[in-house]
């Protein structure tokens, strides 16, 4: 007991270190770290499917996450109402399923094509929230993307497997939802209590496909070691970067730069895992990324 105490004590001097250092990196540049993050842990789980399964790693990029934050949090559990208990639930149901509709659309498709088709969730309900003409101009740009990478024969069709398509557009769904409930979350529930309540359910519903596909593999001190360093670098630095600089960026100037997010996912898929794209998928991620820019940067002005 007194190990865990003390491991706890060195990851919380680690994360405050850490915050302090990050305090004197300008806020676009937390951004940016933070995304490429994300991407890199991406790239790291993408490695293991063979030994884990997308379900194998999504399971420990959840669980380790939702261990991790609570440890550093230590968020409030209890004594909130029924109804509060029951959002937390389906935010968490939303979370599981758009990482496992994520992880699962990259076994078959390129990091920067399935962060690219996912791009099309938040990109949905920026333009929803909005009734100017000017964001038909974003959806044309994002639908002209994702046509040019629909492996059905239009415009000659790019080899891309259906099913991949498939998901990564569910999971940019999932991501529509989760950044619906994650505004709610946040207004009834204190802190990041709401957060870490829908992480934990969302690391339980994994646990039956995580075992499914991960069987005996996470049992192997080397491969959760590596899946707690993809919680690492996919949910817990990112988040915490994300968190710094909002603290002095915009929100109007953060949307804008996350909308890099798919030609970094791009870049981190060609360097990392060489996946060498087409020069229409490429397009196809330039088109969508313009979109996400030009939502994010000629959006209605709302107090900041």
């Not at 109804?83 to 968490?92: M, N, P, S």
């Not at 207004?187 to 957060?195: C, D, H, K, Q, T």
């Not at 600089?245 to 990392?272: I, Q, Y």
Request: glycine share 12%; with cysteine; hydrophobic share 60%.
């Amino acid at each position: 007991m007194g190990q865990v105490r003390a491991g706890v004590a060195r990851l919380e001097r680690g994360f405050v270190a850490s915050r302090e250092a990050f305090g004197s990196v300008p806020p676009t540049g937390l951004v940016m770290l933070g995304i490429g993050c994300f991407q890199f842990g991406a790239a790291l789980a993408k490695g293991l499917f063979e030994v884990a399964g997308p379900g194998g790693m999504v399971f420990m990029r959840v669980g380790f996450a939702a261990l991790i934050l609570a440890l550093l949090w230590r968020p409030e559990f209890r004594g909130y109402t029924a109804r509060q208990y029951a959002l937390a639930a389906v935010f968490g149901a939303v979370l599981a399923a758009m990482n496992f509709a994520f992880y699962s659309s990259l076994a078959r498709i390129p990091l920067g094509v399935a962060v690219t088709l996912e791009f099309t969730g938040p990109l949905t309900v920026a333009v929803l929230g909005s009734r100017r003409i000017l964001d038909l101009l974003w959806v044309v740009l994002a639908a002209g993307g994702i046509l040019l990478l629909a492996p059905i024969g239009v415009l000659g069709g790019l080899d891309l497997d259906p099913a991949g398509v498939a998901l990564a557009l569910v999971a940019g769904f999932f991501w529509a939802l989760y950044i619906v409930l994650s505004q709610r979350t946040g207004s009834v529930f204190p802190g990041v209590s709401g957060l870490m309540l829908g992480m934990c359910v969302g690391a339980v519903m994994l646990v039956p496909v995580g075992i499914a596909q991960g069987g005996t593999a996470l049992l192997d001190p080397k491969i959760l070691l590596i899946g707690a360093a993809v919680a690492l670098l996919s949910s817990v630095i990112p988040y915490s970067l994300e968190m710094e600089a909002l603290r002095k960026l915009p929100t109007r100037v953060f949307g804008v730069l996350m909308s890099l997010e798919p030609a970094m996912a791009a870049l981190v898929g060609f360097v990392v895992l060489r996946e060498a794209l087409a020069p229409r998928a490429v397009l196809a991620i330039a088109l969508v990324t313009l979109a996400a820019f030009g939502s994010s940067r000629f959006r209605e002005k709302s107090p900041e």
